[in-house]
């Protein structure tokens, strides 16, 4: 395999340019060879102070330059698909940012093609997994250090939504990274979730009903609850407690310096998901190229992309009906055990 990654990146928007950032200043063993937008001169402006590196609106012809040879996708998630298929043709290492594919049926057609081709090429944008918290979390669900997860408790709190976030992002957008975590520290397939509409926040744009509270159960009987609350005004908060046959543990509380100062006391609250886990995409997009390098992935692969979109799917069928939604899954291929 080369030395150096040469990265197409895919969408220069929120997340895309957060990420050539990282890679131009941070990353190690990687540099942004191209971007792709549509807004050509988004992918312009994105490339500025990047030597070598070209501004492009087609992906197609970013995949097809002979400078390029991994791709990092950040578009938003309906236009996944198509990227993901001629990127896997061309064998080249693939960071796609979640969700995998918007439903789990063209996720499903994601795995198949990498199972086809034979390896993984694929790791989905998880971050959490990199968090040091979360992974310390999983470390004592693992060792069995307190006894039994018996339960885990989610809250998910966004200032505001962008516009066109709509009901179903709620799942599909946000509860997504949920499901990921629930399934990464418990090492389970999660098999019913549920989603009750209670009382709306009048801070909701028209058609959203925020908070929700989703309901999930892993194979092994562990229960999760989520709130979901993505127009809660007062910062950006991710933070879980669980609970364990011997003691509770907590991650995701503010850090940071505890300031008392005319006549009152407090921090500050984490803004946004930039703040709250820069540090855990720098980790992921570091261990992704690290693996890549080696011709390997170094995070969550395309099965979890999959897994995570039928979650969504049930989710989102679950908002309709109130009940509680089996989630269906295919049989995991061996590629991925
Ligand atoms: C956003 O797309 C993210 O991925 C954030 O981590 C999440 O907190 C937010 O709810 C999503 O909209």
Redesign the pocket.
């Known amino acids: 395999m080369t030395e150096t990654l040469r990265v197409a990146v895919i969408g220069a928007g929120r997340m895309g340019a957060d990420h050539i950032h990282r890679l131009n200043k941070r990353i190690h063993g990687a540099e942004v060879a191209a971007v792709v937008d549509v807004d050509l001169a988004r992918a312009q402006a994105a490339i500025e102070g990047i030597p070598g590196a070209v501004a492009l609106a087609d992906a197609e012809e970013a995949l097809s330059n002979g400078d390029v040879n991994a791709v990092l996708i950040a578009t938003p998630g309906f236009l996944h698909e198509d990227i993901l298929l001629k990127a896997i043709a061309k064998d080249i290492p693939i960071l796609c940012e979640?969700p995998l594919t918007p439903d789990a049926q063209s996720s499903w057609r994601i795995v198949q093609a990498e199972e086809e081709l034979g390896h993984k090429r694929i790791q989905v944008g998880f971050m959490r997994r990199f968090d040091a918290e979360y992974a310390a979390l999983g470390q004592v669900i693992r060792d069995r250090e307190l006894g039994e997860l018996l339960m885990l408790h989610h809250q998910?709190r966004?200032p505001s939504t962008p516009p066109g976030f709509t009901n179903e992002m709620l799942i599909n957008?946000?509860v997504v990274?949920e499901f990921d975590a629930i399934r990464f520290f418990t090492g389970e397939e999660i098999t019913s979730v549920q989603v009750r509409l209670g009382k709306p926040t009048k801070n909701a744009p028209a058609g959203q009903h925020d908070p929700q509270h989703v309901l999930i159960e892993t194979e092994s009987g562990v229960l999760a609850d989520v709130e979901i609350y993505?127009n809660a005004k007062f910062g950006y908060e991710?933070a879980t407690q669980a609970s364990f046959e011997e003691g509770v543990v907590s991650i995701g509380g503010d850090h940071g310096p505890y300031v008392r100062s005319a006549g009152r006391w407090g921090g500050k609250v984490t803004p946004g998901?930039e703040e709250r886990?820069g540090a855990a995409y720098d980790v992921e997009i570091q261990a992704w190229v690290d693996a890549a390098l080696r011709g390997e992935i170094g995070g969550p692969t395309a099965w979890d992309g999959y897994a995570t979109a039928a979650c969504c799917e049930a989710g989102v069928e679950a908002q309709k009906n109130g009940e509680k939604v089996t989630v269906k899954l295919h049989s995991k291929p061996a590629l991925y055990s």
């Open positions: 979640k998910h966004n957008d946000s990274h993505v991710v998901f886990f």
